[in-house]
């Protein structure tokens, strides 16, 4: 080979900036770059892949690999915009009716999918029995009904996450029908237990493929143009990667991504494995919890654009905190946001000549930073001094609800208003501000490894050791599959759900194994 | 006094108040209900003298794991298949569906049924609150006896039960459950209006909708909670260990919460059958069944369910009193401590401040 691939590209689109980031072999940053967010996202992605290659040291033919942690998916859920017409069958009748698909959704998203939905005989039961014998001719007439008006199919039938085999005959049928070339998510495929969240899950899925392969095509191009020949692997809602043609069929995974990257970024800027992480931005502040390396997960239902979905996202406290968080003076005291100046803190903060005081003025008032290119005027100082009082008791109550135990945790302090953070805050042992703080998400996405994760309902009969060294060799098998490299796949996560009022020793077994890149 | 489809929500909240960490998952049923009240329009609450003293009242519920019946929904015919196999026992029409138990998702599970059949649904239930149980009923603590039960699954399979008590009726339909594939329709203790006096909780529909709409309407949904059910706040704090393991059919184990702001320092255990049992600390019973303990999110105050409560989750345990019959010493003798195998008496939960147990 005649150029070294050691390179990687790192991208991450966040509200208000997308950053790129290049590593080297050693995880060393090369070079950074922020960049506002465009409105359609695919710009701000170009701009941010161009200034950054554009950066001294960067070899554009030395990148293996670029990573992209992105919003577009997210985006065309809540606008309703670029959305397929989707064919949505649940299999599963004489069972399974009293709610039929898409009810409860928003109408505007019904609409924007089509609203083209069939509940056919068949599906599973727990133990593998058939509810009863699938109809193929049933589905065979559903997806003839909708030939012509609908982009995608997206299937699900009851217990599938076990027995997939409904779901795959009803596939085919919906290949024969409306041609090979047909998009069809399958629910077994997309989530866990739990039939209506799968479904409202792989309904997505099926609609936002078009987004997906407008992102994967842009992307390609972009890089193309840049003549840079690498594998493109896109940041999942687990703070783990996915390859790219892995994305265009599961783009509903790449919801989440940005709290995940970000609690990975700091993992990584500070070689810890267990900590608490602040993403501190300019209108909120994001914690995150950092066990075992990866973001703790949250316990409640996602919902996304107004649907309930089974999705486990990264457990993320919001608090209306961020840098350009706007400090009033109320008669009765002093109130904080939660409305912030945002992306028009260099003008309009005190520190930079501006009018309205922020609590970064506070942070420069009271020593905390050094940044702005003015002192504030007099007359703020009481209000700010308070609003300074505030925001560290926001955070300190913060900081209490995410830890867990008696004992005290280190803090990782990233993002662009991180300056905000007190060196000195209870329960916490140390403050880490790692350098490239500023770029920790994009550098998340690039240091991210591959994963797969197995979780179904199986019988414990054989012993519980067995079930669970079972169940690890099917997650390994699916991180292999994703792309991580053998040698090194560790076991992260292993959880255990006995399920009540069953005579059988059974139980819901989820298990998650993770690891690098292979061929790197 | 009408269910409408808008008070779906608010009645689902309060159920799954009542639940205890049980009595099935309510997220479900109340897409079945609004569904079937969408379509067939709003169900009548009535309470027992607004029927006929022979008139008849069939409770009914989901029996089964709720993990199966967040997968497997129901047909919404299987309390049709129900009823037809009960009138045909009686040989006398129903009068008015009820909850078995108004905790979790069988507190809504009537509903849908009744808007269909254009029945009405009687404002109580048959417990108070989700007891693991079918035996842990009010009407065996009035001594009633459930002389039949019917099973129904979705495929129009139903199975008459005659059981010579409560503890059988529960073994025999949970055995059928399991063949029916883990979860399915069931009725008992169907019984005249005349009969039904005394015997059930009146009030727990009206309950639940109260306890949900005092919850959405408030700035601090935990403090509502507690005042709309004179609950008293055990602690606040992250759950710190949470053990659990099947044994019998039922998911047995305990979740722990530590404590923080000002409940820092403290722990107090929960220990689960399904449902929450018992609360301690330091070996001392600060509330025990019959009386309902229950975890709620500390900023939704919205319930916690046995099945989904996770380490790290931030929970206030709300301890509040059980309907006055379950303080009766039959009522303890079904449902009190002892009857779940704990070696130690009934403490009200107003006075459960320190009692060793």
Known sequence: MAFRLDLRLGIDVGGTHTDAVILDRDNVVVAKTKQPTSLDVTTGVRAAIAAVIAQPGVDRERISHVMLGTTHATNAVLERRRLHSVAVLRVGAPSSVAVRPLFGWPADLVAAIGGHAEIVRGGYEYDGREIVAFDAEATRAFFTSVKGEVEAVAISAVFSPMFATHELAAAVIAREVLGADIIVSLSHEIGSLGLLARENATVLNAALTEVAREVATALTTSLQEHGIDASVLFAQNDGTLMALDYAVRFPILTIGSGPANSIRGAAFLTGRTDALVADVGGTSTDFGMLVNGFPRESTSAVDIGGVSTNFRMPDVLAIALGGGTIVRQTPTGVELGPDSVGYRLPSEALSFGGSTPTVTDAAVQAGRATIGTMPAPAGHERALSSALDIVDSMIADAVDRMKLGKGDVALIVVGGGSVLIPESIPGVSQVLRPDHYDVANAIGAAIAQVSGRWDEVVSMAPGRTRVIEAACAQARARAIEAGADPEHIEIVEIDEIPLAYLTEPVARISVKAVGPLGRL | ?357
């Open chain 2, 1 to 357: 006094m009408f269910i409408e489809a808008g008070d779906i929500d608010a009645l689902a909240r309060g159920c799954a108040v009542l639940g205890t960490g049980g009595g099935g998952e309510v997220s479900t049923e109340a897409l079945v209900a609004r569904q079937a009240i969408e379509q067939y329009g709003p169900v009548r609450l009535v309470t027992l003298d607004d029927l006929h003293d022979d008139d008849i009242v069939m409770p009914v519920g989901g029996i089964g794991a709720p993990s199966v019946s967040a997968e497997k929904i129901g047909s919404g015919d299987e309390v049709e298949f129900l009823r037809a196999a009960v009138e045909g026992i009686l040989s006398l029409p129903v009068g008015a569906l009820m909850a078995g138990e108004i905790g979790g998702g069988n507190g809504l599970y009537p509903i849908a049924a009744a808007a269909r059949m254009g029945l009405p649904l009687v404002d109580g239930d048959g417990i108070g609150r989700a007891f693991p149980e079918v035996h842990m009923a009010s009407m065996n603590v009035a001594g009633l006896m459930p002389e039949f039960v019917v099973v129904a699954d979705e495929r129009r399979n139903s199975v008459l039960i005659r059981p010579i008590d409560g503890k059988w009726a529960e073994l025999l339909a949970r055995a059928v459950t399991e063949v029916f594939g883990g979860s399915a329709a069931m009725a008992d203790y169907v019984m005249p209006v005349s009969r039904a006096r005394g015997a059930i909780i009146e009030g727990t529909v009206s309950q639940a909708l109260r306890i949900g709409r005092a919850v959405l309407s408030a700035t601090n949904p935990v403090a509502a909670l507690v005042e709309a059910v004179g609950a008293v706040k055990l602690i606040e704090g992250k759950v710190a260990d949470v053990e659990r393991h099947t044994a019998g059919g039922f998911v047995r184990g305990s979740v722990v919460v530590e404590g923080y702001g000002p409940d820092a320092g403290r722990l107090v255990r929960v220990e689960i059958q399904n449902e929450n049992l018992v609360a301690l600390e330091d070996g001392a019973v600060l509330a025990c069944v019959p009386d309902l303990i229950t975890l709620v999110d500390s900023q939704s105050a919205d319930a916690v369910a046995t099945e989904v409560v996770r380490y790290g989750q931030r929970v206030a345990i709300l301890a509040f009193p059980c309907a006055p019959i379950w303080r009766t010493p039959r009522g303890i003798e079904i449902a009190g401590p002892r009857a779940f195998g704990y070696d130690f008496d009934y403490v009200p939960m107003e006075a459960g401040h320190g009692v060793q147990a």
